[in-house]
């Protein structure tokens, strides 16, 4: 009875808000007869009656004219009423609709043949209002829709067995007393029931990543579509249902916890998405929204639920989800205008429609190649902390993500990473939203990242929506607010102990003992303080008066890269044809070498600054946590790779053909051979048709993970004593991670020359600006390399492309003899203004030839 009350009441407050008490003279503010009111929108109307009620407030006695209009409930006021009926715990009253002329107005649920059925009638009298009702009633509320488009219960071997044990006893239970029959036949319906919520909630006892069980017959859901959906009076109808359903369906899931009362409650997500017209105009104003708004509150199991049925979709299937939310993402964002007073965090439908793509984003992981089981296991000794760790927690200065890198819940409730993924069903390009990249203001979004709190949503944590140039801007903020955060604590600190006060990572080098000074000057802050490694690396080269603003740090990088991977020290072999380098696993250096290494690595993501060097794919998913597999060797080992994929594709007798066995041998430095057992007693065991593919894998994890164990683990290990509290593996793919340390092989001058910037009596018309920029596009690849790194410190595009590297072409006098300068930190070029285009060319040419160190200009 309360329940009924508060229902009524706040049926009263809505029609309040939404027609008014009939008295034009009425001094309530909460009603529509009120002069000042301003008028809202249904939606928003329900709302305000659901407070209105929650705060007692004052409630308008009806006008005589106006009587009697909030009981009967009149047909224009049907959407509002129905938007907050479920947040009073109510749903709309069918049996309060007007009849119709057909009699399916008891119709609660639908089947793939009632819906032909009804369709079949309406195209006899070619009037379809009749099927137009029951969709809109069937498809505007929740529990209509869980019954419907049900799948037939399939028997067991042993229910058919029992049934017709049934049939031949039915002549003995019919002469059974009629009290004793019609109890058999009451239970009976219960028992079946029962028997089917069971599967329903048994995809808890299924394997991880077996079939998902759901009690909607999909199939038939789509056959329904098929047909109905080119009737364009019967597809709006979906769509009204469908802005009449969402609402409830979203209080349903936000206050009722109807998901875990009944998993088949699912169903409704299922149907609707099944509609191939969501991406639709029609849809993206209210409909989908609304619809992606209740999707993003179902709770965490129901969503892997709903990933790993997706998962099992095909192609087409997947890409369609993917464009129906992305189509509501773009529309949104270009029909906006969003900026830092309006941040497109705070639109609720782009919002929600990123969740409901990372629900698909994940089933697109699980559908595609997964490979689970070839993980890297974790570091044995864990990176040990700063000991000013307790002077940061006195200063409320506490580090966050000290148990580890932020994880994706869904990715935990699900079990899978994306670096699990070899080929998802659909490229993972194809997730990225560029007009939401445009519009999003990364320094707001990173804040809301770190914050982590309910109210504000960031979009680095879809990072599979952002693209790399975002990720990267993000990444950078981190480091930036780390270093900040480090140099402010080293201040705090010297105060209170009383020590000298050294805010950066400084590095004093002799320029021809590089590697020596820098490795054993970081070795020493790796054992003493590695939190000192994530201070802002300042170089200084002895001899010469570089001030380090970024452009010195880009020439140590480049030197150390230079000297570590040169052949002759031996640490990396280099395969000729693949112009790659792997770890040697006969190297005689020690694992703390390798270590170095890796911090060099973390330091140059760390200080954005990008490297030459040449690692194979694997590397990366190794760093990521993924061991090395036969099909990285076409990456890393080619020549090896194909041989053994002859080998597994040989069709004629493997062991009397090639004769080998599970012993394989490598040669060291010297050339001598050095023989491994891919088994115990290798060489006794010979490789055979039938035992091949073992041959093949343990070749594979020998090559790629257990000959360089040592070697990758002690770099590895490095690497993570820089980036362990980045979110580099939360927001980065392996091939991304290749990206940001390398930089793009793509070098795209033209996009160069649009995105640079003149300064110092310059312009784009200038005389010398079109020669330099008509030499330049002349040069042949090797000098346009030579240019880049003359003028900004790397030979490499930045992630993004030349397109996003700000250079600056500066005016450095009239016409002389001086070669052009540069200053690397800032990407600016000084350049006289020669006469000709001929001098142009000699003096550009001899600079960036024969350009190295730094001086005081």
Not at 272 to 294: D, G, R, T
Not at 582 to 588: A, E, G, H, L, V
Not at 671 to 678: A, E, I, K, R
Not at 787 to 809: E, H, N, S, Y
Request: charge should be negative; hydrophobic fraction near 35%; proline fraction near 4%.
């Amino acid at each position: 009875m309360k329940r009924a009350a508060a229902k009524h009441l706040i049926e009263r407050y809505y029609h309040q808000l939404t027609e008014g008490c009939g008295n034009e003279a009425c001094t309530n503010e909460a009603c529509g007869s009120s002069p000042g009111f301003q008028r809202m929108d249904n939606n928003a109307a329900a709302i305000k009656a659901l407070e209105l009620y929650k705060n007692n407030a004052k409630l308008c006695d009806p006008h005589p004219s106006k009587k009697g209009a909030s009981s009967a409930f009149p047909e224009n006021s049907a959407k509002g009423a129905h938007n907050f009926s479920a947040c009073s715990n109510g749903k709309m009253n069918h049996k309060d609709l007007p009849p119709t002329r057909e009699d399916f107005r008891d119709l609660n649920f639908l089947t793939e043949d009632k819906v032909y059925e009804i369709l079949s009638l309406c195209s006899e009298t070619e009037d379809y209002s009749p099927l137009i009702r029951v969709i809109g009633r069937v498809f505007s509320s929740a529990e209509s829709l869980v019954q419907s488009f049900r799948k037939a219960k399939q028997h067991t071997k042993e229910e058919l067995k029992s049934l017709q044990a049934k049939d031949e006893d039915k002549d003995e239970d019919e002469k059974e007393t009629a009290s004793g029959s019609s109890t058999a036949m009451e239970v009976e319906p219960e028992a079946s029931a029962s028997s089917g919520d069971g599967s329903s909630h048994g995809e808890n006892n299924v394997q991880k990543f077996g079939p998902v069980e759901v009690s909607v017959d999909i199939d038939a859901v789509r056959r329904v579509y098929d047909r109905l959906l080119s009737n364009e009076k019967i597809e709006a109808a979906f769509l009204n249902a469908l802005v009449y359903l969402s609402p409830n369906v979203e209080c349903d899931l936000t206050y009722h916890n109807v998901y875990a009362a009944d998993p088949n409650y699912l169903n409704v997500f299922i149907i609707v998405m099944e509609n191939s017209n969501l991406h639709s105009p029609e849809y993206l104003e209210i409909a989908l929204p609304q619809f992606c708004k209740a999707m993003s509150k179902l709770p965490l199991p129901a969503l892997a639920k709903l990933a790993r049925l997706w998962s099992q979709y095909g192609v087409d299937q997947i890409r369609r989800l993917v464009e129906t939310f992305q189509q509501l993402i773009t529309y949104t964002v270009i029909s906006n205008e969003f900026s830092s007073d309006n941040l497109v965090n705070e639109d609720d439908g782009v919002v929600a429609a990123t969740k409901c793509l990372k629900i698909v984003y994940y089933a697109n992981v699980l559908g595609g190649d997964l490979d689970t089981d070839h993980n890297e296991e974790d570091d044995d000794e864990p990176i040990p902390e700063s000991s000013e760790l307790t002077l940061q927690e006195l200063l409320g200065e506490e580090r966050r993500n000290k148990k580890g890198p932020r994880v994706d819940p869904l990715e935990t409730e699900m079990g899978i990473r994306a670096s699990d993924c070899r080929k998802p069903l659909i490229p993972f390009e194809e997730f990225i939203n560029e007009p939401l990249n445009e519009v999003l203001e990364m320094d707001k979004d990173y804040t809301f990242f770190k914050v982590e709190t309910e109210s504000k949503f960031s979009f680095m944590t879809c990072p599979f929506i952002l693209n790399a140039v975002t990720k990267n801007l993000g990444l950078y903020y981190d480091n930036r607010i780390r270093m900040y955060s480090e140099r402010r604590i080293t201040a705090l600190y010297s105060l209170v102990q009383g020590q000298q006060l050294n805010p950066y990572l400084r590095l004093k080098v002799r320029r021809d003992h590089i590697i020596d000074d820098a490795l054993v000057r970081l070795e020493m802050i790796a054992m003493e303080n590695p939190a000192d490694l994530k201070k802002q690396l300042y170089v200084e080269f002895e001899g010469e008066q570089g001030v380090d603003e970024g452009g010195v740090s880009k020439e140590f990088f480049q030197l150390v890269v230079e000297e570590i991977f040169n052949p002759d020290i031996g640490m990396f072999t280099y395969d000729e044809s693949t112009k790659l380098f792997w770890f040697n696993p006969s190297s005689f250096e020690n694992e703390g070498q390798f270590t170095l290494i890796g911090i060099v690595l973390g330091l140059a993501i760390y200080n954005n600054c990008i490297l030459d060097v040449h690692f194979p794919m694997v590397v990366y998913r190794k760093l990521m946590g993924k061991k090395g597999t036969f099909r990285d060797l076409a990456d890393s080992h080619p020549v090896l790779f194909q041989s053994l994929k002859d080998l597994m594709e040989y069709e004629g007798n493997v062991e009397e053909d090639m004769m080998i066995t599970f012993q394989i041998s490598q040669t060291d430095l010297f050339g001598n051979p050095l023989m491994y057992d891919l088994k115990e007693s290798g060489d006794k065991i010979p490789v055979t048709n039938e035992n091949r593919k073992d041959f093949v894998a343990l070749y594979a994890e020998y090559m790629l993970n257990k000959s360089v164990e040592k070697q990758f683990k002690a770099f590895r290990r490095g690497f993570h004593m820089v980036t362990n509290e980045s979110p580099l593996k939360y927001l980065f793919r392996p091939e991304e991670i290749e990206l940001l340390i390398c930089g793009s092989r793509n070098l795209d001058f033209q996009a160069l020359e649009e995105s640079t910037e003149y300064d110092g009596g310059y312009n784009k018309d200038s005389r010398i600006i079109k020669d330099f920029w008509e030499t330049v596009h002349s040069f042949e690849q090797e000098k346009k390399r030579l240019f880049l790194q003359f003028t900004t410190g790397t030979d490499r595009a930045p992630v993004g492309g030349l397109g996003k590297l700000k250079m600056i072409i500066a005016k450095n006098g009239p016409d002389s003899d001086r070669l052009p300068t540069s200053h690397t930190c800032f990407n600016v070029l000084l350049l006289p203004e020669y006469s000709t285009v001929e001098k142009l060319k000699e003096r550009l040419l001899k600079a960036i030839t024969y350009a190295k160190g730094f001086g005081m200009l």
